[in-house]
Structure formats: structure tokens, C-alpha cells
């Protein structure tokens, strides 16, 4: 079983940042996801982090890091679910994904796409009013 967690104590978000083998990134929100046990009580090992960062109505994932020697597709897609979703509770209408955050395939999977700018994002507005609906356009697309 894993579990996906916001990551509060930034010494902690330090140290996977740099077992993960990614900058830290303090002003930051981070998540962890964990495979851990089934009462979820213990963390049994580190499956990858995420950093984001968000502005007004918009918001930048930095990094979608496996931990080295781990890479589980389903994970990294559901660890960056949660925070759009959080991004998308704090009014962002907008996440971009950093050029350097992940794979271009990953990218694609998690249903991000050049905009007008170039940028690879995802309009949380639209997500969010039908996930269905956005996940076929992106696949028209």
C-alpha cells in the first residue's frame, strides 16, 4: 500500500530532496508518496516527492522525483493528482509544469499540454469540471 502526504517540516522536505537527488526547494509545498504499512501507520520505503509553488491564480510543479532506483508510473501520476488538487482548493486555475520536472512521456500521461505560451499545463478550471471530458480532448489531441 503506499500513501501520498504533504510533507510540513522543511528539514524533512530537505532530506528526501536530497535522497531523491533533487534541489530543495524551501518556499516550496511538497509531497511524499510512500509505500507504507497497511494500517499506514510505518513508512516502508520512499517512493518519490513532489515540489510546487503557486501565485495567485497560478501554480508551477517543480519536480516529480522518483526515488533512485524506483519508478512507478501510477504513483508519480496520483502524487501530482494531489497537489493539483490542492493548488486547484487554493484557487490556482492554472498549473505549468517546469520544463525539468519530469519525462516528456510522464508529462503527456498526466494530461499536460503545450499551451500558448509553450508551456506544458493543465487549466485546473477545465480539469476539474469534467476530468473525463479533458482527459478525451487531451487524447484527441
Known amino acids: 500500500m503506499f500513501k501520498i502526504t504533504p510533507v510540513e517540516d522543511k528539514g524533512l522536505q530537505e532530506e528526501l530532496c536530497s535522497v531523491c537527488g ?5 518556499g516550496d509545498f511538497c509531497y511524499l508518496a510512500a ?3 497497511d494500517d499506514g501507520s510505518k513508512i516502508l520505503g520512499i517512493l518519490g516527492i513532489c515540489q510546487c509553488y503557486f501565485r495567485g491564480e497560478a501554480g ?10 524506483t519508478y512507478d508510473e501510477e504513483v ?3 502524487m501530482v493528482r ?3 488538487s490542492f493548488l486547484y482548493r487554493c484557487g490556482v486555475a492554472k ?26 499545463s493543465i487549466d485546473l478550471k477545465r ?10 480532448e487531451k487524447a484527441d489531441k
Open 60 to 69: 508551477i510543479i517543480h519536480n516529480v522525483t522518483p526515488f533512485p532506483g
Open 76 to 78: 508519480l501520476i496520483i
Open 22 to 26: 533533487t534541489a530543495f526547494l524551501p
Open 95 to 120: 498549473v505549468i509544469l517546469d520544463e525539468n520536472a519530469c519525462d516528456a512521456d510522464l508529462a503527456k500521461t498526466m494530461g499536460f499540454l503545450p499551451d500558448e505560451t509553450d508551456s506544458l
Open 127 to 136: 480539469f476539474y469540471l469534467s476530468p473525463c471530458h479533458y482527459n478525451k
Open 35 to 37: 509505500n507504507v504499512t
Open 82 to 84: 494531489t497537489a493539483m
